[in-house]
């Protein structure tokens, strides 16, 4: 998976020349509010993020892409599978989008990217996602997308002096499938 061209969104490799925007994305509040660690307020910060990723990244048990536009390639986001364990089929997603671009439906387009990906290449059979509750963008993004309110997981998170709660969403290639055929003419 080097690019992977949506409608209107590409997804791509990370490049050293995204550490400013990838920065800017992680230091927004407005991003960060229900992440699980607090916003970044130094660049180094991101610094150490991506040589970290670099060196111990398994391409087996993580995919991490870049959210850009195909205009200017620039990030405006990042999508990641991680936790991916190919013997049980399962992987969780993450993903985040600079608040500049909220509301054009972009990250849903990311998230399908990957979750076609996953599926089909990759083989998984289950994808989880774990969300505050009160994250009700993320939460309806991933309804869109079929995913199922599998349970509440209280206190699962201690992030900035904060003990928040996690609504588990759970989806299986055979619903997306199912739903996927569905909406075909
Ligand atoms: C989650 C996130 C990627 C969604 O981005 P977005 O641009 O709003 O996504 P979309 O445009 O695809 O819209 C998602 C849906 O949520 C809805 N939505 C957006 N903001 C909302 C809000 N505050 N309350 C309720 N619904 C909301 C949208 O209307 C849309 O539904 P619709 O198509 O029925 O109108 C973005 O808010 C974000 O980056 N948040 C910060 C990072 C984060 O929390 N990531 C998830 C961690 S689990």
Same mark, same amino acid.
């Given at each position: 998976?080097?690019?992977?061209?949506?409608?209107?969104?590409?997804?791509?490799?990370?490049?050293?020349?995204?550490?400013?925007?990838?920065? +800017? #994305?992680? =230091?927004?509040?407005?991003?960060?509010? /229900?992440?699980?660690? @607090?916003?970044?307020?130094?660049?180094?910060? $991101?610094?150490?993020?991506?040589?970290?990723?670099?060196?111990?990244?398994?391409?087996?048990?993580?995919?991490?892409?870049?959210?850009?536009?195909?205009?200017?390639?620039?990030?405006?986001?990042?999508?990641?599978?991680?936790?991916?364990?190919?013997?049980?089929?399962?992987?969780?997603?993450?993903? +985040? #989008?600079? =608040?500049?671009?909220?509301?054009?439906? /972009?990250?849903?387009? @990311?998230?399908?990217?990957?979750?076609?990906? $996953?599926?089909?290449?990759?083989?998984?059979?289950?994808?989880?996602?774990?969300?505050?509750?009160?994250?009700?963008?993320?939460?309806?993004?991933?309804?869109?997308?079929?995913?199922?309110?599998?349970?509440?997981?209280?206190?699962?998170?201690?992030?900035?002096?904060?003990?928040?709660?996690?609504?588990?969403?759970?989806?299986?290639?055979?619903?997306?499938?199912?739903?996927?055929? @569905?909406?075909?003419?």
């Amino acid at each position: 998976m080097t690019v992977l061209d949506g409608l209107r969104v590409r997804l791509r490799a990370f490049r050293d020349d995204d550490l400013p925007q990838f920065f +800017a #994305l992680h =230091s927004d509040p407005r991003v960060m509010r /229900y992440w699980s660690f @607090a916003a970044w307020t130094d660049l180094s910060q $991101a610094q150490a993020y991506f040589e970290s990723a670099k060196a111990g990244r398994d391409p087996d048990r993580m995919l991490c892409r870049v959210i850009a536009l195909p205009a200017d390639d620039r990030l405006i986001g990042a999508v990641t599978l991680y936790a991916i364990n190919r013997e049980q089929g399962r992987a969780e997603i993450g993903y +985040a #989008l600079s =608040s500049a671009h909220w509301g054009h439906g /972009y990250a849903r387009e @990311a998230v399908q990217l990957v979750i076609t990906h $996953a599926f089909d290449v990759l083989g998984l059979r289950r994808i989880e996602a774990d969300i505050d509750p009160r994250n009700a963008a993320s939460c309806r993004l991933v309804e869109q997308l079929g995913f199922v309110r599998e349970g509440l997981l209280r206190e699962r998170w201690h992030v900035a002096g904060e003990l928040c709660d996690t609504v588990l969403y759970g989806l299986l290639a055979r619903d997306w499938r199912a739903g996927e055929a @569905a909406t075909r003419p």
